[in-house]
């Protein structure tokens, strides 16, 4: 069956308060977001990537005297570690928002049916500045390793988009509200493919909400040139082309979402350019603004400003490299070599062209 394509209604909420939080006082990085959910064995996994540095010795032939000479250097290579474990292997603590201690299979059965999991990003106790977005019944996962790791996400059972990131916002001193974005960030227009492997172009843009995209054709002013970032890689929230949600995928005014955090104050970012899946989001205050926006989308082994890393913590134990790395042949170059490691990744992406 294909697909329906619905039109997303603008939200408007006059008079729709400033959140209160919006003094970015919290120490420590965010935690992560996970979409957690049973598979039929009634088993949660988490399925993730892990980005890490790596020295790697590389051959290479120079020319010295007039004859070649074969050398050797090391050299640092961005590394992926692959993860997949249930979240009681993890030998993590869970609790709740409130302060309630769960065992592992408690835990695994409060969000068995489809839940917003909390992870910490360094094995440390989440700020409360954090937990202010969340119910008082969420689950957090208290383990280390996890912080800067990629979720895998697209074919089913994985969620349908990518872990979005939980975000304070605050003002400079000259009172606006700068977010560092990606100066490689990709142009999301593009075609939206049917499962028959038909495809068609649209204008707008599309929300995915269990399991079903719903189309918003409606165009929403927009920034007219691209900015470029500053200095600090960050650039005015009044620069970045976005679209802004409320947690149930109602679409939001430009105007109002930038009334609304003018301030500051806790959001989410989507982590591609699509609203983000449903469980990601079961947790959330219902006056929390989702932004979707290519510039603020960071790929698989790019640094996440967002992530707001305190310091750098190993792999979790049991984590595989994904493409194992062996000394480099001797390459015939009077210069080393570049090495470039290419990963292939499966996933489902719906572009709309706007």
Do not use: C
Request: charged letters at 20%; aromatic letters at 6%; zero cysteines.
């Amino acid at each position: 069956m294909l697909p329906s394509l619905l039109v997303a209604v603008t939200l408007t909420a006059p008079g729709a308060p400033v959140p209160k939080d919006t003094v970015p006082n919290t120490t420590g990085p965010a935690p992560r977001i996970v979409a957690a959910k049973a598979d039929s064995a009634g088993a949660v996994w988490i399925t993730a990537q892990v980005y890490q540095k790596q020295k790697v010795t590389q051959q290479f032939f120079t020319v010295e005297n007039g004859k070649q000479v074969m050398k050797q250097q090391e050299i640092e290579q961005v590394v992926p570690n692959y993860i997949r474990k249930t979240i009681g292997d993890f030998g993590g603590k869970f609790g709740t928002v409130e302060g309630t201690t769960l065992s592992a299979d408690e835990a695994t059965r409060r969000v068995k049916d489809g839940a917003t999991l909390l992870v910490t990003a360094d094995g440390k106790p989440i700020d409360a500045g954090w937990l202010k977005a969340v119910a008082s019944d969420t689950i957090i996962m208290t383990t280390e390793g996890l912080g800067e790791a990629h979720f895998v996400s697209g074919n089913a059972p994985y969620p349908s988009t990518t872990s979005p990131r939980l975000v304070m916002l605050g003002t400079d001193d000259k009172g606006e509200v700068r977010v560092p974005v990606n100066p490689n960030s990709t142009n999301p227009n593009g075609q939206v493919y049917n499962e028959f492997g038909g495809r068609g172009g649209f204008r707008g843009r599309v929300v995915i909400q269990n399991g079903i995209d719903n189309f918003d054709g409606s165009v929403l002013p927009q920034p007219t040139a691209a900015t470029p970032a500053g200095s600090d890689g960050k650039k005015a929230l009044t620069d970045i082309k976005f679209d802004a949600y409320d947690v149930t995928g109602k679409l939001v005014s430009r105007n109002e979402a930038l009334t609304r955090l003018k301030a500051g104050g806790l959001t989410i970012v989507a982590g591609d350019n699509r609203f983000p899946d449903s469980d990601y989001l079961k947790a959330f205050r219902e006056d929390l603004l989702v932004i979707v926006s290519p510039e603020l989308v960071f790929h698989p082994g790019q640094t996440n400003p967002f992530d707001r890393p305190t310091t750098k913590v190993a792999a979790p134990a049991g984590a595989q490299p994904a493409n194992p790395v062996q000394a480099v042949p001797a390459i015939r170059i009077a210069q080393p070599a570049v090495i470039k490691q290419v990963q292939i990744q499966r996933a489902i992406q719906i572009q709309v062209e706007k």
